[in-house]
């Protein structure tokens, strides 16, 4: 089964079966943090991709749930399956292991679970091209694929490759189905194989992910810069100018004419003007909401603390200076795939992460840009 997992940097053997992973092991084991770990693992933008005249599949996975104490259990992920690029049927894993996480305490355990089994029948006949794309916040275990005929690999689709990394919103978060997050959309409507680098909160500049990006293969190529490192206080402007140039170098050590896209932030209102860090709402938790605030301030501006405009305005000048030597890099605003308009029409339900509808909007419109990109 190994040979059908498209869209992971490094697949593990486990106890139950194959893990896939985003980043490979060497820059794993140079940050041991629970969050990235977590982030990393989730197979977003992953899926299992063949060729097939089978009427019915069986997947069997053994997914790992999260668990938030004090809130409504989260849904179960989704497993979409494309027959020739559509989706036509989408399926849950209910069981499996239980992150149970206490946000409170700031503590977290695994519980054990069983391998579950995911049916797709009533296939339409004939020879076709699957694709199973596995959830995008649901680290999954690839235990086995069963099929009623012969499962044969993909032949080289010649699409350009595009690598992209981001934060959460580049992995998902709150899209309703792994198909549906806003890098998965993009890449169907330009005709691009995606390789999703999205980390959820971790899109924090760091060396080893500019040094993975750097070896892996990449005909296009955009960096999502901006949110996490203002909602986790990272950075201070001092430091944010020759940190990103430090990324994009390592990034062009590698791809040294690949075009190359630097994409601010999407509009988020508490966090335009008001610097991190970004901490849940205590009293939302205490109601069994997720809701984020920030809790800088503005005076804090001065002391080089960001904020999203700030940081926008950073990222265009840098953009500007580095085009006088690399005409193949190019800046996108993020507010032009989603703006303050858009938020008076779709809100973020969390304060943070765009809802499934915006995951949609912000996909089709970064098609164009992808597009362009590919002339």
């Not at 794309?133 to 649901?138: A, F, K, N």
């Not at 690598?163 to 959309?185: D, E, Y």
């Not at 960096?223 to 001092?238: A, E, H, P, S």
């Amino acid at each position: 089964m190994i040979n059908l997992i498209h869209g992971a940097v490094e697949v593990e053997r486990t106890a139950a079966g194959l893990l896939p992973h985003r980043l490979p092991a060497w820059a794993r084991a140079q940050c041991p943090d629970a969050q990235l770990a977590m982030a990393e693992s989730q197979p977003s933008g992953v899926r299992l991709s063949f060729r097939t005249a089978a009427t019915s599949i069986e997947l069997d996975t053994l997914p790992t749930k999260r668990a938030y104490v004090g809130m409504a259990a989260r849904p179960d992920g989704v497993y979409d399956l494309h027959i020739d690029g559509k989706l036509a049927r989408q399926l849950s894993a209910p069981g499996g292991k239980t992150l149970t996480i206490d946000l409170a305490a700031g503590a977290s355990a695994i519980e054990p679970g069983a391998t579950q089994t995911l049916r797709f029948t009533d296939l339409p006949d004939g020879d076709k091209t699957i694709d199973i794309w596995l959830p995008h916040d649901e680290t999954t275990e690839l235990v086995d694929l069963r099929a009623n005929a012969a499962i044969t690999p993909l032949a080289a689709t010649g699409k350009r490759k595009w690598l992209h990394h981001g934060s959460s919103i580049s992995a998902g978060s709150n899209a309703a189905s792994p198909s549906g997050i806003w890098p998965v959309v993009a890449a169907g409507l330009a005709g691009v194989d995606l390789l999703n680098l999205g980390l959820s909160g971790n899109a924090l500049l760091d060396p080893f992910t500019a040094r993975t990006m750097r070896d892996l293969p990449a005909d296009l190529i955009s960096v999502k810069l901006g949110i996490n490192l203002v909602n986790t206080d990272l950075l201070r402007l001092r430091a944010f100018a020759p940190a990103v140039h430090g990324f994009l170098d390592t990034i062009r050590d590698g791809h040294p004419n690949t075009p190359l896209l630097v994409i601010s932030p999407l509009h988020c209102p508490i966090h335009e003007d008001t610097p991190g860090p970004c901490l849940f709402d205590a009293a939302a938790l205490a109601e069994g909401r997720l809701l984020f605030r920030a809790v800088g301030k503005q005076s804090e501006i001065r002391q080089g603390k960001l904020t999203l405009r700030v940081i926008r305005e950073q990222l265009q000048a840098i953009i500007q200076q580095r085009q006088a030597t690399d005409p193949n890099i190019h800046y996108l605003d993020g507010t032009q795939l989603y703006g303050p308009d858009d938020n008076a029409r779709l809100p973020l339900p969390d304060a943070l992460h765009p809802d499934a509808a915006t995951h949609q909007l912000i996909g089709e419109r970064f098609a164009q840009t992808a597009l362009l990109l590919q002339s």
